[in-house]
């Protein structure tokens, strides 16, 4: 019975995306009620979400970014990369130098939460649409993101070698291997961001206002506003700054270090606030950003796919379905059930829910497990298609005004890519029977 409601839970949670006529979050936001009402998942259960380190950590992300955002920093920056009348792909081309940047050291949602406002300063200035730029510019943040194993995945091949060694296997994971995996995607998807991406993206007419015209544009709303915010000393931009780098310093040497992550941004977030930089009222609108509703709203299922017993279903499935199948096609089978599993449980979810059957399957089988748990960790990276897939494609699709159908255009064009790449690039290189 409970399994039931949990399928018919996220049967309706998809119906209500797909219909475009509830807001994702919304949405989201259903999940932990009916389950908590129907008695699948308990209080605590349920709405954990809410003191989940990644939850704390993009809300925190958010305010920080918010305060650099006062300051002048995002319009240097922006004049420095892109100068006047730049093409749209000169325009991408200067965008992607802070994305590469920030998605070899911090990961996804706080290169996105860093990157919007960047995004819109620079579209102000060159008098473009923000939705021409904003998802070719989270797929190259995404790409990016743990590809130089510097940042917050540098140590996750330890973990990976952990799961497999307690399982009775042998760890083959090394310092490179997710590197060697992302190298075909990155390249070639980055080519596609300023082939494809640019010409697929929609012009929704969305042309941000400088500060100083959206004052004189934007008549009673701004001024209200003007009430509410006020303009930075000398001082405080430079704390800002300051604040700002501090805390991207501080979440890559924690990554690092195998420290919490989520501490340099929570310290970040308050400073802004104490110093003076964001008063209470723009720091809490700050953290209201939608992507925290659909991540504590989906979240719990992952919570009840372990209660209820439906992980051991599905991996039970998958054993069945693919028991006389060639190694080659277990791979592509786990890869393509990760795929579209994450474009509706955000791939955190489905990550922490498939890799251990990846383990478990490669040690009893004999494989190499690094093979099928790739396979995963491929299949939930490929979460372009809809916009509940991860909390960065979630951000970009509201900070580009997009359309689900504008969304699934301009993303499937990526998945497509990415799926070809590993069925060719992945069995070559990672074998998953050791030759």
């Known amino acids: ?9 996220f049967a309706a949670f998809f119906g209500l995306v797909v219909s475009g006529k509830v807001k994702i979050h919304v949405a989201a936001m259903l999940i932990p009620i009916v389950l908590e009402i129907t008695g699948v998942l308990k209080f605590e259960e349920a709405w954990g979400g809410l003191t989940n380190s990644s939850v704390i950590m993009m809300a925190s992300m958010f305010v920080v970014a918010a305060g650099l955002n006062k300051t002048d920093l995002v319009a240097n920056l ?18 992607m130098i802070p994305a590469v940047f920030l998605g070899s050291v911090v990961n996804g949602s706080a ?18 649409p923000v939705s021409k730029f904003m998802h070719p510019i989270m797929i190259l943040s995404s790409m990016w993101a743990g590809f130089i194993p510097t940042g917050g995945n540098a140590g996750s091949y330890l973990a990976n070698n952990t799961i497999v060694e307690k399982l009775g296997g042998v760890g083959t994971f090394t310092y490179f291997t997710n590197f060697i995996l992302k190298v075909p995607s990155v390249i070639i998807i980055c080519i596609l961001a300023f082939v494809v991406g640019l010409k697929f993206a929609p012009d929704n007419g969305n042309i941000p206002t400088l500060g100083t ?19 930075l000393t000398a001082a405080q931009q430079q704390l800002a700054k300051i604040i700002f780098i501090g805390t991207v ?20 977030a308050m400073l802004m606030v104490l110093l003076g930089i964001l008063n209470d009222r723009e720091a809490i609108r700050a953290m209201g950003n939608p992507v925290i509703f659909i991540f504590v709203g989906t979240l719990p299922m992952a919570n009840a796919l372990k209660i209820t ?3 051991v279903m599905l991996a039970n499935a998958f054993q069945s379905l693919t028991g006389n199948m060639s190694p080659i096609l277990v791979m592509i089978c786990m890869y393509v059930i990760c795929m579209v599993m994450t474009q509706f449980l955000t791939n955190s979810v489905v990550s922490n829910t498939f890799k251990m059957l990846a383990a478990v399957i490669a040690v009893q089988s004999g494989y190499d497990p690094r093979a099928l748990m790739l396979a995963v960790q491929a299949g939930v990276g490929n979460c372009f298609a809809l916009p509940t897939a991860a909390p960065p494609i979630t951000m970009a699709y ?38």
């Open 309 to 311: 017993g439906a992980d």
């Open 249 to 268: 310093a501080g979440i890559v040497v924690c990554a690092l270090t195998n420290v919490n992550t989520w501490y340099p941004s929570v310290i970040g």
């Open 78 to 95: 922006s004049k420095a990369v892109i100068k006047p009348g730049a093409s749209d792909i000169k325009i991408l081309f200067g965008l």
């Open 213 to 231: 015209e959206k004052a004189k544009n934007d008549g009673r709303g701004r001024q209200e506003g003007k009430r509410e915010e006020k303009e």
């Open 111 to 128: 290169s996105m939460a860093i990157l919007i406002p960047i995004v819109y300063q620079v579209c102000a200035e060159h008098k473009r």
């Open 398 to 435: 509201e900070a580009g005004g997009y359309t689900l159908k504008q969304h699934f255009k301009q993303g499937i064009v990526y998945s497509v890519a990415q799926f070809l790449i590993f069925i060719i690039w992945v069995p070559l290189v990672f074998p998953l029977i050791p030759g």
């Open 1 to 9: 019975m409970q399994i039931g409601i949990l399928f018919i839970t």
